[in-house]
């Protein structure tokens, strides 16, 4: 989006808070033309610039705003008389220290900063210019994808920790990632060191190879490591309840099958 100098007609500093909201309004001379605080009421905006329209139906106004407030840009982004400069809280913070003495927020509205921020310094700045509607819906997309896999390397650890404090041979007798389906079946199925040592070879192996896993030294590694390991301890919290716990896991776990690629 180009924008030409003489093209703005007047300069308008957002600041967005929960309950109210402070605007500041100047000309391209910097005289200030309206200074005051609205309630945050869906409507209360949308009548403030349907008539901040009718008082300028010529020419653009430069709207500036703290770049956090997403939602307030996909809102404004509807009038097309107004033109966006996402500040960085950052930046706004740095020219509120280098123009107050005190450096106290309070000593100047941050909307009287923004705009004049935007009226002085315009020419350094980039309008935003929205997305497209697909690339805001894989954007979101890629986000959800990315909580969702935090989140899962999350209750992995969780759950690693979990098993080598009662049943660490389980780490070796599972794939290297928790989320696999072999590795969640078989803590499904074998919760428990006892569990498995009381299950026949035959068994043990025809669940290997259900699972995708065809190597027979391996399998016969793992049977070796079966029979041979001693439980780290019997204490009843590690001995009985672990099935509970792991229930517990499974369910916020399952759901993020993610391939990591």
């Keep these: 989006m180009e924008t030409k100098m003489d093209d703005i007609v007047a300069y308008l500093g957002i600041d967005w808070a929960d309950q109210k909201h402070d605007l500041h309004l100047c000309s391209p001379s910097g005289k200030m033309l309206e200074c005051r605080q609205i309630e945050h009421a869906?409507?209360?905006?949308?009548?403030?610039?349907?008539?901040?329209?009718?008082?300028?139906?010529?020419?653009?106004?430069?709207?500036?705003?703290?770049q956090s407030k997403g939602a307030l840009l996909y809102h404004l982004m509807s009038y097309d008389f107004l033109v966006l400069y996402p500040i960085n809280p950052k930046a706004l913070a740095r020219?509120?220290?280098?123009?107050?003495?005190s450096g106290a927020k309070d000593d100047k509205p941050d909307a009287e900063f923004l705009c004049e921020l935007i009226r002085c310094h315009r020419d350094r700045l980039r309008p935003w210019v929205p997305e497209d509607e697909q690339t805001r819906n894989i954007a979101a997309l890629a986000e959800a994808r990315r909580k969702a896999v935090d989140e899962r390397t999350r209750v992995s650890n969780k759950l690693k920790a979990t098993l080598k404090s009662y049943f660490p041979q389980s780490l070796q007798l599972i794939s290297v990632n928790l989320h696999d389906p072999l590795s969640l079946a078989f803590l499904k199925r074998w919760p428990r060191l006892e569990s498995i040592q009381g299950t026949s070879d035959a068994k043990i192996k025809k669940f290997y190879t259900s699972q995708g896993s065809r190597s027979e030294q391996r399998i016969t590694e793992r049977i070796q490591l079966i029979r041979s390991a001693l439980p780290v301890t019997k204490d009843i919290i590690f001995g009985v309840r672990p099935r509970r716990c792991q229930e517990c896991v499974f369910k916020t776990y399952e759901p993020l099958h993610l391939n990591p690629g």
């Design 95 to 101: 020219y509120r220290e280098a123009f107050t003495t």
């Design 42 to 66: 869906p409507e209360v905006p949308n009548e403030w610039l349907a008539k901040l329209r009718q008082r300028f139906p010529q020419g653009r106004i430069a709207v500036c705003l703290e």
